[in-house]
Every structure is written in structure tokens, then in C-alpha cells.
């Protein structure tokens, strides 16, 4: 998506600058701001990262800028400052929305950092594991397990991973790993 208008452009330019109250403001009066493109194919949430602006980004984030995106966002993240644990509004890590989208790439630089929280739930009670599993993403359930992910947890619905999804590949997988 290339941007129509002049304000895509200057959000992009600002978000790099790490002019907050500009971004803020552009973006506060239109949330497609956040998932828009420019020329490159960044969204604004790149070019804040680049430009090590951290207060920037967290604020991208918390609106909905979607950090699972296949380009280098996490890695520019993680290089820039070492909170990978950042929540959303919603509790979400990079890590809850990387697993239940089954973005592997992604995954697997967070989990190499070894300072994400593999475990931590978002404001549901849902743990990265628990999403991977009733999105069906067998691929990052196994990661996810391999990594050490709590099989057990509840979230607020008293529901433990295996119980959120149907997938009988991921549920031989969990029940696998429990022996």
C-alpha cells in the first residue's frame, strides 16, 4: 500500500526524526497512519526503531502498529534497545502477536535473545502459547515448546493451551511434550 496523501510521508519522516507530538498527533487523528506504507514499504513503527527513538515506537505500538510484520522490525527493535517485553494495550508482546500470526521468523529472533518472556499473559490470561494454539500454528506451538512454554497455564476463561485449539497435530504435540 503506498501511501495517497502528504501526511503518510510526514508521519514516516517524523516517526525517523523521533518527532513524538507530531506523530502523535498525525496519528491520534488517523489510525490508518500506523499500517500505512511508504515508498520503501515501511510503516512508520521502522522507521522509529532505526531511528532509536524507544518512547516513539512504544507509542506506535500501544496504538496498534503491528510489529509482526516479515521485514526487519524486530530485529531493528532488539538492536535498538533491549525490551522485547514491551506490552501493547492489550498486554500483547511482540511475542504474542508474532505466535499467533505463526510468524517463525520473527519467533525465532525473540526467542534467541533469550530476554523474552515466554510465559508472560496479556490481559486475557493468554500466553504466546496459548494464541499459537487456538490460531493453529503448529510450527510456532513446536518452537514455543522447545523453548520451555508452560503447558498448564490457565487464562481468565480457565482455559490451558491445549483446550484452545482442535488442531490434533498441535494436540499429539502437547500431549508429547507433557511425557
Known amino acids: 500500500m503506498v501511501p495517497e496523501d502528504h501526511n503518510s510521508f510526514k508521519v514516516h519522516e517524523a516517526s525517523y526524526q ?3 507530538e507530531e506523530v502523535k498527533e498525525k496519528v491520534l487523528n ?3 497512519l500506523l499500517t500505512t506504507l511508504d515508498d520503501s514499504e515501511r510503516q512508520a513503527l521502522h522507521w522509529a526503531a532505526c531511528g532509536g527513538h524507544e518512547e516513539l515506537a512504544s507509542f506506535l505500538i500501544e496504538h496498534g ?3 509482526d510484520k516479515a521485514d526487519d522490525i524486530v530485529s531493528i527493535l532488539m538492536d535498538n ?4 517485553n514491551l506490552q501493547d494495550k492489550r498486554g500483547a508482546t511482540a511475542l504474542h502477536r508474532a505466535a499467533s500470526k505463526g510468524n517463525i521468523q520473527s519467533m525465532a529472533l525473540l526467542l534467541q535473545s533469550n530476554q523474552c518472556s ?3 499473559p496479556d490481559s486475557e490470561g493468554n500466553t504466546p502459547l496459548h494464541l499459537a494454539c487456538e490460531e493453529e500454528r503448529l510450527e510456532a506451538v513446536r518452537q514455543l515448546l522447545e523453548r520451555g512454554a508452560i ?3 490457565v487464562n481468565r476463561e480457565g482455559k490451558t493451551p491445549i483446550q484452545m485449539t482442535s488442531c490434533l497435530s498441535i494436540r499429539r504435540l502437547m500431549r ?3 511425557m
Do not use: Q
Open 18 to 20: 523521533g518527532r513524538y
Open 30 to 32: 488517523n489510525n490508518r
Open 65 to 67: 502498529a503491528p510489529v
Open 81 to 84: 534497545w533491549s525490551d522485547v
Open 118 to 120: 515466554i510465559n508472560v
Open 151 to 153: 503447558t498448564d497455564k
Open 176 to 178: 508429547m511434550n507433557e
